[in-house]
């Protein structure tokens, strides 16, 4: 996996954020524009951090349209944090100068 730095801090790990912002932050990456991830910060105690994280953080995004189908690649987040379990790391989000 591409190595970025940390530049966008997300607050949240839903559906909405992972098919639509860190989607179009990948096609960015990919398109040369831009070059940074995402850290992803769990907002609530029970989220879906652990099941992304059990996977690096990578996963398939699926557009199905009039035009056909197209599959993606998302690599643009670079972990998560659970402040609920280690809230020393979600402070340490703010020492990042990117």
């Known amino acids: 996996m591409e ?3 940390e530049k966008v801090i997300q607050f949240g790990e839903g559906g909405f954020l ?3 912002v860190d989607w179009m932050l ?3 990456n990919e398109s040369g524009l831009y ?3 995402a850290v992803v910060v769990q ?3 029970q989220g879906m951090c652990d ?3 059990s996977q690096s ?3 398939t995004h699926i557009i199905r349209g009039a035009e056909g189908v197209e599959a993606t690649l998302i690599n643009s987040i670079s972990r998560c944090v659970k402040p ?3 809230y020393q790391e979600y402070l340490d989000l703010a020492k990042n100068p990117d």
């Open 18 to 20: 992972r098919g639509f």
């Open 3 to 5: 190595r970025r730095k």
């Open 57 to 59: 953080c990578v996963y």
């Open 35 to 37: 070059s940074g991830n």
């Open 26 to 28: 990948q096609k960015a």
């Open 84 to 86: 609920y379990d280690n």
């Open 43 to 45: 907002p609530i105690e």
């Open 51 to 53: 099941i992304l994280s």
